[in-house]
């Protein structure tokens, strides 16, 4: 398994993980975006990680594929700093699993991973924050060295923060 930038290599694959995600929410948030024209989204995405053409609130932020053979199994996104807001509820990491390869621990090792990528990216304390409700991901977190530091209400939810600092 390897963690790549987004390329048209993996065009087939990324229209099936759409496909398979239904009517799901998008995690993370480029998995919103539209693909209709892949090379577009491949170029809005670099833009992103550049820094160029960021709607107001966003921060410099690169998505990666986590990919084996020519199967696209899971996206992350990382968000190289944090603006006021997204320190409040957002996080430095936003990540998915495609839905015919999760319950494979693929999660914990694409948040290991991203971790990894944030530290050489002098990041040494990673904010991580999910839905209390979400089980899977508070574990996956746990799992990585991540340790509740708040707690956040959000309407009618609840936004857990966990905090990994490097060693």
């Not at 987004?6 to 759409?18: E, F, R, V």
């Not at 398979?20 to 992103?48: C, I, T």
């Not at 709607?55 to 990666?64: A, E, N, R």
Request: aromatic share 8%; hydrophobic share 40%; with cysteine.
């Amino acid at each position: 398994m390897d963690l790549v930038l987004p390329s048209s290599k993996y065009i087939q694959s990324y229209n099936k993980y759409i496909e398979e995600l239904g009517d799901e929410v998008r995690y993370p948030f480029p998995m919103g975006f539209d693909h209709q024209d892949f090379n577009v989204l491949l170029a809005k995405l670099s833009d992103f990680s550049l820094g160029i053409n960021l709607p107001d609130g966003f921060v410099l932020s690169t998505t990666l594929w986590l990919v084996e053979g020519d199967q696209l199994l899971g996206v992350t996104n990382l968000r190289h700093y944090l603006n006021s807001a997204i320190e409040e509820c957002g996080g430095h990491i936003g990540l998915g699993i495609r839905p015919s390869y999760r319950g494979k621990g693929l999660g914990k090792l694409l948040m290991k991973l991203s971790i990894e990528k944030l530290n050489a990216m002098d990041v040494s304390v990673v904010h991580i924050h999910c839905y209390k409700d979400n089980s899977a991901s508070a574990n996956t977190i746990i799992a990585n060295g991540g340790e509740l530091s708040s707690e956040l209400a959000l309407g009618d939810k609840v936004v857990h923060r966990y905090l990994v600092m490097s060693s």
